[in-house]
């Protein structure tokens, strides 16, 4: 009998009430039947930037030396295209666009960039608000990790 091989699945979200404004990232990390939950946000922030948090505290959060099979997904196209696919050509021009201008966020690309190397992670990208069970409890995580506004 084929050994099942257990898979590693996180969803990852970020949430902002207002953009800038107060924010939280969240994390749902899926071992088997084991899981983990993760939060937490900052009072001045953005939602790209807690997207980017989410994925950089889910890929912070894995055992070290893991060897399993990784796949994170995210409801953030930002998320999905930069790191797959922008980040190649921003790190060659010295973490400048295209158009010359400075990365937006890029002191939290280079940390997810970091982390990244360390795994071999399967990105996904899933339609956010549409019904799938693990990207919405990633969402209600998110919302938990925003600061209470007095």
Not at 82 to 100: A, L, M, N
């Amino acid at each position: 009998m084929a050994k099942s091989v257990k898979e590693l699945v996180i969803y990852t979200d970020g949430a902002c009430s207002g953009n800038p404004g107060p924010g939280g990232w969240g994390v749902l990390m899926q071992f088997g039947k084991a899981e983990k939950e993760l939060y937490g946000g900052e009072d001045d922030t953005t939602n790209n930037r807690m997207e980017l948090m989410a994925a950089i505290k889910a890929l912070e959060a894995i055992k070290p030396g893991y060897k399993g099979k990784i796949t994170l997904w995210t409801d953030s196209v930002y998320v999905m295209k930069g790191i797959t696919e922008w980040i190649h050509g921003w790190k060659k021009r010295g973490w400048k666009k295209s158009d010359k201008k400075p990365v937006v966020n890029s002191d939290l690309w280079k940390e997810l960039d970091a982390v990244n190397a360390k795994w071999d992670v399967d990105w996904r990208w899933v339609k956010g608000h549409a019904g799938e069970e693990g990207n919405e409890r990633a969402d209600e995580l998110a919302r938990r990790g925003v600061p209470k506004q007095d």
